[in-house]
T-cell receptor, first 112, second 115 residues
Framework: DSGVTQTPKHLITATGQRVTLRCSPR?????VYWYQQSLDQGLQFLIQ???????AKGNILERFSAQQFPDLHSELNLSSLELGDSALYFC???????????FGPGTRLTVL | GDSVTQMEGPVTLSEEAFLTINCTYT??????LFWYVQYPGEGLQLLLK?????DKGSNKGFEATYRKETTSFHLEKGSVQVSDSAVYFC??????????????FGQGTILTVHP
């Protein structure tokens, strides 16, 4: 158990819909990262927050957004969903030094 | 930009065989290097890491040495077990700068070990 929790575990929705994925980092970790894992793109970095502020952006679509709240949990919002958004979405957290990230179990999103 | 290339899989071995999974990287600076493992239905777990050239990371019988001259970080294990069956990812990150710690992953190598 990494100490990072993600909800829900599975999500099935339809094209055009909007969903919210939630992540709680390990106790004391200030950084949260979001990654997308798909068969065709592999593991891709989406976005990073540090203590409530956006720090780095990767290949995140404009339809996707994220935020980190004062209690340090983070949410990833995916809107106008397309079939190609079906993937496993991982959250990770890290403490000082950024060197080691601890991953949650992931949310599997299926868009029908 | 930075990238990580892993050997093509899947890799199938018999129990107690020697394992090598090749990993090479392209980086603009001096990254830290990692191997992560993903067991079926689970998230990624850090297997080992090395933060500078010539460092050797090791854990659970797995080893990898950070070779700056060949830009490689190959994963090895002397005797694999059925329980090692998983997907292995090589990755890099920087401790600071504009990347702020984001991980760049290789494509993953599926390892299957038969009894």
């Amino acid at each position: 158990d990494s100490g990072v929790t993600q909800t829900p575990k599975h999500l099935i929705t339809a094209t055009g819909q909007r969903v919210t994925l939630r992540c709680s980092p390990r106790s004391g970790d200030l950084s949260v990262y979001w990654y997308q894992q798909s068969l065709d793109q592999g593991l891709q970095f989406l976005i990073q927050y540090y203590n409530g502020e956006e720090r780095a952006k990767g290949n995140i679509l404009e339809r996707f957004s994220a935020q980190q709240f004062p209690d340090l949990h983070s949410e990833l919002n995916l809107s106008s969903l397309e079939l190609g958004d079906s993937a496993l979405y991982f959250c990770a957290s890290s403490g000082l030094g950024y060197n080691e990230q601890f991953f949650g179990p992931g949310t599997r999103l299926t868009v029908l | 930009g930075d990238s990580v290339t892993q050997m093509e899989g899947p890799v199938t071995l018999s129990e107690e065989a020697f394992l090598t999974i090749n990993c090479t990287y392209t980086a603009t600076g001096y990254p830290s290097l990692f191997w992560y493992v993903q067991y079926p239905g689970e998230g990624l777990q850090l297997l080992l890491k090395a933060t500078k050239a010539d460092d050797k990371g090791s854990n659970k019988g797995f080893e990898a040495t950070y070779r700056k001259e060949t830009t490689s970080f190959h994963l090895e294990k002397g005797s694999v077990q059925v329980s090692d069956s998983a997907v292995y990812f090589c990755a890099l990150t920087y401790a600071g700068g504009t990347s702020y710690g984001k991980l760049t992953f290789g494509q993953g190598t599926i390892l299957t070990v038969h009894p």
